[in-house]
């Protein structure tokens, strides 16, 4: 499977893991719609690829009613879509006990609703057209809740099951369905991760710090996609190492877990 020429819709496309597929893709040659809040980022972020063949569309994952007039601007761009990438999103860093009721609402909003409103606006382009793919970027906490990251962990658990729910659906129509789950990867999410009255975070997590560089992870990303993979997991090996341990033994991670320093 080359990339040349493909379509490719990024969200979350304005830094971090988003702005390294697209400076990846574009040096593959592919065609990008590069969406984010932040359109002057995006403009900075299309000067590094090629911009001929890169357009910038705007979009707010919070504003599920403007989904379907997005798509339908993202389909004049280049006459078509190949591949959604997903991976728009917020984290957070607050105890459960600590966290307001709207930022769990405010995190969900984003992180699942507004994956699943678009993913439903494109969805019935891929029936029609019988291809496509849906990459979305969810999180090694999507398979296990850490501390301070209760609703980022309820929101990307959710995002596996509504779509390995919908692989299930259009396999039929030739549509397929990849799950990437990150580890720590070296970009601002903890930054801009919210606390419990919903402020942001402002500072760089240690682990993070350490992680994969947004290149890497989006080098092993591309191998997924071409792979079709359902279900992709990209980080240092004891990120990798908790979901197995999660799966086979999950008293001791639980104990390991309960371990995670939180102040």
């Given at each position: ?19 390294a ?75 459960t ?7 769990d ?42 501390p ?22 259009i ?93």
């Amino acid at each position: 499977m080359s990339f040349h020429k493909q379509v490719f819709w990024i969200t979350g496309a304005s830094s971090g893991i988003g702005k390294a597929i697209a400076i990846e893709l574009s040096k593959q040659g592919s065609q990008l719609i590069i969406s984010s809040r932040n359109e002057a980022a995006l403009n900075a972020v299309k000067n590094e690829c090629n911009s001929e063949k890169t357009i910038v569309l705007p979009l707010d994952l919070a504003q599920h009613d403007q989904m379907a007039e997005n798509v339908k601007k993202a389909l004049t761009y280049f006459g078509k879509i190949d591949v959604l990438i997903n991976n728009g999103g917020i984290s957070q860093r607050s105890l459960t006990k600590n966290t307001l009721l709207e930022v769990d609402k405010q995190i969900m909003a984003v992180n699942y609703f507004g994956t699943v409103a678009l993913t439903k606006a494109l969805l019935p382009y891929f029936i029609k057209q019988q291809k496509g793919h849906f990459v979305t970027i969810t999180s090694i906490v999507g398979k296990i809740g850490t501390p301070l990251r209760s609703s980022y962990a309820a929101s990307k658990h959710a995002l596996h099951g509504f779509f390995d729910s919908l692989r299930a659906e259009i396999y039929e129509d030739n549509i397929t369905v990849t799950l990437a789950c990150p580890g720590f990867v070296q970009t601002n999410v903890s930054m801009n991760a919210l606390t419990g009255d919903g402020s942001k975070l402002g500072k760089m997590d240690a682990a993070t710090q350490n992680g994969l560089t947004p290149q890497q992870f989006a080098k092993q990303l591309f191998k997924a996609i071409k792979a079709k993979k359902q279900e992709v997991y990209i980080g240092g090996a004891k990120e990798i190492l908790a979901v197995n341990v999660k799966r086979f033994f999950p008293k001791l991670l639980a104990k390991m877990i309960r371990k995670i320093e939180v102040t």
